[in-house]
């Protein structure tokens, strides 16, 4: 039986897998020219809202996030893919991966700048956790 749940899990997490592509207009820019911070971590955020979404269908809050890496900037006039992922669930929980790759739009080839988790918590109609399936 255990088995059987396993499959389904696992089915959901690559039906939920959730790509969304983005250029890097100058509005979306610090004064360094670069992508703002705390607008790569909203589109983050929003990814892995949708990911989480289509793995449960259930309503769900962010509660935390883990660690977030930014390991190179995203320059203004480049193309970013953000990969949202399951890595883990719980029986009211889960947490997905997010991961920004950069682009550069005459050249090909991508590098992986930023990725963290976030972790979600499934709630009912009073906002209370709730189990993720029915059992």
Known sequence: MRSDVDD??????????????????PTTTNHHSTLFGGTALAWMDEVSFITA???CR???????TEKINFTHPIPSGTIVELVG???????????VNVSIFLEDMYAEG????????????????????TP???Q
């Open 8 to 25: 389904v899990i696992k089915q959901k997490i690559e039906q939920s897998v959730t790509h969304v592509s983005k250029v890097v207009f």
């Open 53 to 55: 979404t289509r793995f």
């Open 58 to 64: 259930k309503r769900l809050v962010t509660v935390s």
């Open 85 to 95: 992922e399951v890595i883990r669930v719980g029986r009211t929980s889960l947490t």
């Open 110 to 129: 991508r590098e992986e700048v930023i990725h963290g988790q976030f972790n979600f918590v499934a709630i009912d109609e009073n906002g209370k956790p």
């Open 132 to 134: 993720l399936f029915e």
